[in-house]
């Protein structure tokens, strides 16, 4: 059998998941088994089989319903919020099947009905990874629209590192055969609990990690200084820079504390993300 032929562990198991039949045990390698060892408290330890020749979790489109400045909470829905309900959990790894620490991820997806809240945040929220990379969201299994299949979006950025953009699906829907942006590398496994569902999906970003790296991946030096020498207000903030915590910059003529390391994108203004900066 020629290279071309050969069939990855992560390929049968994409299309297990895409049938909606379980995998061989001996077949789930790579983040699953990362993610077994995060949960049992212990580090996962840099491996071949981490990552079969397979690349980090592939980008999509944003789509035209992206809006900046989405409110920082793990649930999207409240005791009254009709659907139903599902937990979407997992862990954000780097290259070497490290955990990634205060990742952030932003979700947004349709309501039961197929329509997204472009007036205010309903079904819109950010969050950061744990010290152990994990995640959890607290929503709905999203409507259905004219043209796509069920899918919910999100960003995902390692500290200091460039943003992710791409969509998350379930298995067993009808429209995943038809929707030309689907990607079965991107199937969540999904289970019934009750009345409700859960789904889980690991996220492996194109962060460099070696067998001494720590949970957080190593970042790229910033433009802006770090210095607390720094008089308050420090450099102009401007999107697209690398910024590490304790950097000052100034916005519309205030002075504003990084604390958490990022890189500045147009809507993550420092009024408008306290989880990443703090008025002077």
Not at 87 to 108: H, K, N, Q
């Amino acid at each position: 059998m020629d290279e071309e032929n050969k069939l990855s562990r992560k390929t049968v198991l994409r299309a297990a998941l895409a049938a909606g039949v379980a995998a061989p045990v001996a077949l789930i390698g790579g983040p699953a088994l990362a993610r077994t060892t995060v949960a049992n408290g212990k580090a996962p330890e840099l491996t071949p089989a981490c990552d079969d020749g397979d690349d980090p979790t592939p980008p999509q489109t944003e789509g035209p319903y992206f809006k900046p400045n989405s409110p920082q909470r793990t649930s999207l829905v409240t005791s009254g919020t009709p659907g139903t309900r599902l937990t979407v959990s997992g862990y954000v790894f780097g290259l070497g099947c490290l955990p990634i620490a205060r990742a952030l991820l932003d979700f947004w997806q349709a309501d039961v009905n197929g329509a997204y809240d472009n007036v205010g945040y309903t079904f819109r929220g950010h969050q950061f990874t744990n010290d152990q990379g994990a995640f959890t969201l607290s929503t709905i299994v999203p409507g259905l629209y004219p043209g796509r299949t069920r899918h919910i979006h999100v960003k995902v950025q390692a500290p200091g590192r460039p943003v992710l953009t791409t969509q998350l699906y379930f298995p067993n829907e009808p429209r995943n055969n038809t929707d030309s942006i689907f990607d079965p590398r991107l199937l969540m496994t999904v289970r019934d609990s009750g009345s409700a569902k859960e789904a889980a999906f690991d996220f492996v970003l194109n962060v460099p990690q070696t067998p001494t790296s720590t949970s957080r991946p190593t970042s790229t030096t910033p433009t802006t200084s770090t210095s607390t020498s720094n008089p308050p207000g420090g450099t102009t903030w401007a999107a697209g820079t690398g910024y590490s915590a304790g950097a000052r910059v100034t916005y519309s003529g205030r002075g504003y504390v990084c604390l958490q390391a990022h890189t500045a994108q147009p809507g993550w203004e420092p009024p408008s993300t306290p989880a990443l900066w703090r008025a002077e």
